[in-house]
Nanobody, 115 residues
């Protein structure tokens, strides 16, 4: 049974920072592509960042230069460091892994950027 649990969301002022965490059970993050998505109010879920098994990363254009995805294989965790946050970054953030054709999602963590 694969389970993903996100944490680290909260309320932050514009320009602030947050670090999201995602811990997995039932699978090894080190062997897989791990993705962070987000869903803003009234919008579809969008891909934010991805890291592959080699540690190569890629980002949506809207967050490039501000967000950093990383992993700690020993802890089986993936992180999303978010800097210079903007109100438009407000969303529920989800961790995702695709295994044998099946998508696994965490419950999400709310990030609200507001003054």
């Amino acid at each position: 049974q694969v389970q993903l649990v996100e944490s680290g969301g909260g309320l932050v002022q514009p320009g602030g920072s947050l670090r999201l965490s995602c811990v997995a059970s039932g699978t090894r993050f080190s062997d897989n592509f791990i993705r962070w998505y987000r869903r803003a109010p009234g919008k579809e879920r969008d891909l934010v960042a991805v890291i592959n098994s080699a540690g190569t990363t890629d980002y949506a254009g809207s967050v490039k230069g501000r967000f950093t995805i990383s992993r700690d294989n020993a802890k089986n965790m993936v992180y999303l460091q978010m800097n210079s946050l903007k109100p438009e970054d407000t969303a529920v953030y989800y961790c995702n892994v695709l295994l044998y054709g099946k998508n696994y999602w965490g419950q999400g963590t709310q990030v609200t950027v507001s003054s």
